[in-house]
């Protein structure tokens, strides 16, 4: 750096053309675009009593508490050591592509605000971990704005509240571009390092990284008040999904090499589940939508409202692909003219199973989807297949699934659930979540559940080669 003049930082992404390319943040600018934002955010939440008590430099708040948030993750390197991207390399597959745009986005941020790039990236790792393969679907028929981009998966809007201040209408805030990698962890991390102006470190907890995580994952006051008083926030997921999203985030965080690489190779039977499905079923649809399912087996993996014991992902995935293969044969048949079932899973429009999912996740999803939209058939379906995850087991969630309350009573009852057992004993290579079989029906016929492996034409479209 030459003589006092502050270094000058791009924050647009490097495919953009030369002409956008003068769009530049001095450390100077950077607190004036957080420091703005912060002003303007307790002038409308306070009453003139607490806009005086406010009124104290929002810079000199900003400055404090990165010389903190430093001092702090010294001491953290001292206890635990330097940084180092082992334990996101080892237990998550493919983190290795935001390596590079994390280093990058890092020493920008160091460059304008002090902030030690080791604390960036620590904290940038983590989200991104947090998060991973678990990414929010983006309906670009709904505004972008309050729906979760990219790795670092948050909210368009309040990050452009921060850019637009400086920048006007010079950043794009499309689907497409908010969800590259380095224009998203670039963004990103201007909403996350922007926090630093607004925190007030006044409570029984005083770990910077812990409330700076607090505020990117709620911007409300719920969550950071709940971590500055040490409070355990197990039981206000319920009000509040983000919560969720934070606990798992801190766990990150605490955890070791040693022990993501331990969790890893317990995992790692997910990706033999989806080679043995393959090959197995070769001629269906399911080696095209590896992504979705995997997504899916993230979702349900990491949901902590789940009171079953704990599934294993490739447990997860062997009962989704199961029950896929058995309704519609991987994807091939996804509609019956006998009972009008549609998709995936063959859920069946006057269950209004489909509405019932618009109404809980805030879609809106049509029966035309359900049935050509592969993505919007397998997660519906598999929605359906655990809503009761919170109040049934493994077997009463698959029962209620298949029958409802008659489940049982149904003459086909019997024959999909030693399918079902079938595919998924085979995919785990043993009956380990102990479904068996059940005396079931055949073209009106009873059968005993002894004699379901020797007829081939019983097992229909599921049957293994090997």
Request: aromatic residues 12%.
């Amino acid at each position: 750096m030459e003589g006092n003049t502050a270094p000058k930082i791009d924050l647009v992404d490097p495919n953009a053309d030369q002409s956008s390319q003068t769009n530049t943040m001095s450390r100077r600018d950077f607190l004036k675009v957080a420091l703005t934002l912060g002003a303007a955010a307790t002038l409308a939440a306070c009453s003139p009593k607490d806009v005086i008590k406010a009124s104290k430099s929002e810079k000199q708040n900003f400055e404090e508490n990165i010389e903190t948030l430093n001092n702090q993750y010294t001491q953290r390197e001292q206890e635990k050591g330097p940084f180092s991207y082992d334990k996101y390399v080892n237990g998550y597959p493919g983190f290795e592509q935001y390596i590079e745009h994390i280093d990058k986005v890092a020493q920008l941020r160091e460059e304008e605000t002090g902030i030690k790039q080791d604390v960036i990236k620590t904290l940038t790792s983590s989200i991104i971990a947090t998060h991973y393969n678990n990414w929010e679907q983006v309906d670009t028929n709904i505004n972008i704005a309050r729906q979760k981009v990219g790795p670092m998966q948050f909210y368009p809007g309040d990050v452009e509240k921060v850019i637009r201040k400086r920048y006007k209408n010079e950043f794009e805030f499309t689907p497409e571009r908010l969800q590259k990698p380095l224009y998203n962890i670039k963004l990103g991390t201007i909403s996350l390092l922007n926090s630093l102006a607004e925190i007030e470190n006044d409570g029984q907890n005083k770990d910077m990284m812990q409330l700076v995580l607090a505020k990117y994952y709620d911007s409300s006051p719920a969550l950071i008040n709940l971590v500055k008083q040490n409070k355990n926030i197990k039981g206000f997921e319920y009000s509040n999904p983000n919560f969720i999203l934070y606990q798992k985030n801190i766990q990150i965080l605490g955890s070791s090499s040693e022990q993501q690489q331990n969790t890893e190779e317990k995992e790692r039977g997910i990706d033999t589940i989806w080679n043995n499905a393959i090959e197995y079923w070769p001629h269906t649809k399911i080696k095209e939508n590896k992504e979705v399912f995997y997504q899916q087996v993230e979702k349900y993996y990491n949901d902590e409202l789940n009171n079953n014991p704990k599934l294993s992902r490739k447990e997860l995935l062997s009962i989704f692909l199961s029950v896929a293969m058995t309704e519609s044969n991987g994807g091939l048949k996804k509609e019956s003219p006998i009972s009008g079932a549609i998709g995936w899973y063959q859920l069946i429009p006057r269950w209004k199973h489909l509405e019932d999912f618009n109404s809980a996740n805030g879609t809106q999803y049509s029966y035309q989807e359900l049935h050509d939209n592969d993505r919007v058939s397998i997660e519906v379906g598999i929605w359906t297949l655990m809503r009761y995850r919170n109040s049934m087991d493994l077997h009463q969630s698959m029962k209620f699934f298949k029958g409802g309350n008659t489940f049982g009573y149904n003459p086909d009852d019997g024959i999909w659930w030693n399918r079902v057992s079938y595919c998924t004993q085979n995919l785990l290579e043993e009956d380990k979540l102990g479904m068996g079989y059940m005396d079931y029906y055949y073209n009106n016929v009873g059968f005993s559940k002894n004699e379901f492996l020797q007829n081939r034409s019983h097992i229909a479209n599921v049957y293994i080669n090997k």
